[in-house]
């Protein structure tokens, strides 16, 4: 099967998910400076989840690329992270609006976690479908990168209820790690 409609599918979603996200932000009452403060968490943890969607799109696009076909096991792989990716406006203003609070924070976490695991499951399942020898499975390797940023995740859910802030700063630094965008993949596809 092809993969076109699958990347436009996927596409539409994620915009429509960042297009969510901003339409939750309020406009402030008052028109000074002082009128944005209390919005600043709300801003903050949004500009957050609109990095970790883009670098989803991002690696997502890079993904698709490496590979020629599709098939359902890989139809139902990229669902399982849409609707991971779909519940980022939820938590991020659940969380923005209780300013980083335990419950939000931690529960953020879980979404992020969910989003990377059903990631790792759809490039599982594009090597299954390509084969261990395919492009995408040499430039991958051990994916040290994903690995890491799972555990990053795992670390900062129970940190989340200690510390909520302290946690968001875990993931930050998981979208920091992935700003660049994947650069292992454009290697090997520009080597074919």
Known sequence: MGKGRLEAFSDGVMAVIITIMVLEMKVPHGSDLAALMPLLPVFVSYVLSFVMVGIYWNNHHHLLHSVSHINGRIMLANMHLLFWLSLFPFVTGWMGENHFSNLPSALFGVVALMCGVSYKILVSSLIVHHGRHSTLAAALGKDIKGW????????????????????????ILVAAIWFAPDRRIEKHVGKR
């Open 148 to 171: 890491s940023s799972l555990a990053i995740y795992a670390v900062a859910i129970p940190l989340a209820f200690y510390d909520g802030v302290l946690a968001f700063g875990l993931y």
